[in-house]
Nanobody, 118 residues
Framework: QVQLVESGGGLVQAGGSLRLSCAVS????????MGWYRQAPGKQRDFVAG???????MYANSVKGRFTISRDNAKNTVDLQMNSLKPEDTGVYYC????????????WGQGTQVTVSS
């Protein structure tokens, strides 16, 4: 059974930094995409950053220049380095992994809370 294990959330002051990590427990054949989404209270879950197996990265406009996503294909881990954090970055951050051999499946982590105080 596949699980995504997230770590690294917490409380930080505006302007500070946090690093989120997500590790795949179990086997996913041919991971295509790894990414992070976030959900603020009362809002929908939004895309934050993603990275393909070829190391191509993509970011939401709101985090460009502040967040950096990276992955280790050998370890099946994905990290999100978050710098210059703002109160509007507050939310539950979810790891997202998409992969499979013949059928692409989507997996979600349990979420980790990030709170940025002003």
């Amino acid at each position: 059974q596949v699980q995504l294990v997230e770590s690294g959330g917490g409380l930080v002051q505006a302007g500070g930094s946090l690093r989120l990590s997500c590790a795949v427990s179990g086997t996913i054949f041919s991971i295509k995409f790894m990414g992070w989404y976030r959900q603020a209270p009362g809002k929908q879950r939004d895309f934050v950053a993603g990275i393909t197996s070829a190391q191509s990265t993509m970011y939401a406009n709101s985090v460009k220049g502040r967040f950096t996503i990276s992955r280790d294909n050998a370890k099946n881990t994905v990290d999100l380095q978050m710098n210059s954090l703002k109160p509007e970055d507050t939310g539950v951050y979810y790891c997202n992994v998409q992969g499979g051999s013949s059928l692409i499946r989507t997996y979600w982590g349990q979420g980790t809370q990030v709170t940025v105080s002003s």
